[in-house]
T-cell receptor, first 112, second 113 residues
Framework: DADVTQTPRNRITKTGKRIMLECSQT?????MYWYRQDPGLGLRLIYY???????NKGEISDGYSVSRQAQAKFSLSLESAIPNQTALYFC???????????FGPGTRLTVL | QKEVEQNSGPLSVPEGAIASLNCTYS??????FFWYRQYSGKSPELIMS????GDKEDGRFTAQLNKASQYVSLLIRDSQPSDSATYLC?????????????FGSGTQLTVLP
């Protein structure tokens, strides 16, 4: 089984809808991250969490919120989806500051 | 100036050649440097990490770090068609506990058979 899983893998939704992307990990890592990837722009950090009680905004947090339900689970929500949130979303984990990050398989989100 | 910049691609090399991928960064106190490979539609996977000046070799891959010049590179020897992918440079940037990995926009490599 994969160490970092994301659900759903693909999602098409409409403008204004609320949507949640979920991430689970079995690596036992404390740190979890949400990124989005757009063509030609690389990976941009949305939110990150160092433990269950620690949530931090990243470079592009506007329009997003997160919840760290447990050490192993980190969810990303779009409260009211808009078309420019169409992107590939990745969850990642790491075991210490600056250490290697391990990525989930990604969620391809399309907002119509 | 972007915090992490990679040489613009796409880059094409013939099979068996050396592919050279370059990355510069702006934060002088960065300590951790990573190269990830990403196949189209897939997630990034770590190829190399490097923390000290000099070269680090792993099979056909060599990472080179020069902190004085704020430069990190990845050499792929004996390039294979299976090496065709986008290569992402990642660097720890930012102050204190807020330090995070910042990714370059990637260089797309094509190895021609």
């Amino acid at each position: 089984d994969a160490d970092v899983t994301q659900t759903p893998r693909n999602r098409i939704t409409k403008t204004g809808k609320r949507i949640m992307l979920e991430c689970s990990q079995t690596k036992g890592h404390d740190r979890m991250y949400w990124y989005r990837q757009d063509p030609g722009l690389g990976l941009r950090l949305i939110y990150y969490s160092f433990d269950v009680k620690d949530i931090n905004k990243g470079e592009i947090s506007d329009g997003y919120s997160v919840s760290r339900q447990a050490q192993a689970k980190f969810s990303l929500s779009l409260e009211s989806a808009i078309p420019n949130q169409t992107a590939l979303y990745f969850c990642a984990t790491s075991d210490s500051f600056g250490a290697t990050q391990y990525f989930g398989p990604g969620t391809r989100l399309t907002v119509l | 100036q972007k915090e992490v910049e990679q040489n613009s691609g796409p880059l094409s090399v013939p099979e068996g050649a050396i592919a050279s991928l370059n990355c510069t960064y702006s934060d002088r106190v960065s300590q951790s440097f990573f190269w990830y490979r990403q196949y189209s539609g897939k997630s990034p996977e770590l190829i190399m990490s490097i923390y000290s000046n000099g070269d680090k070799e792993d099979g056909r891959f060599t990472a080179q770090l020069n902190k004085a010049s704020q430069y990190v590179s990845l050499l792929i020897r004996d390039s294979q068609p299976s090496d065709s992918a986008t290569y992402l440079c990642a660097v720890n940037v930012g102050p204190g506990s807020a330090r995070q990995l910042t990714f370059g926009s990637g260089t797309q490599l094509t190895v021609l058979p």
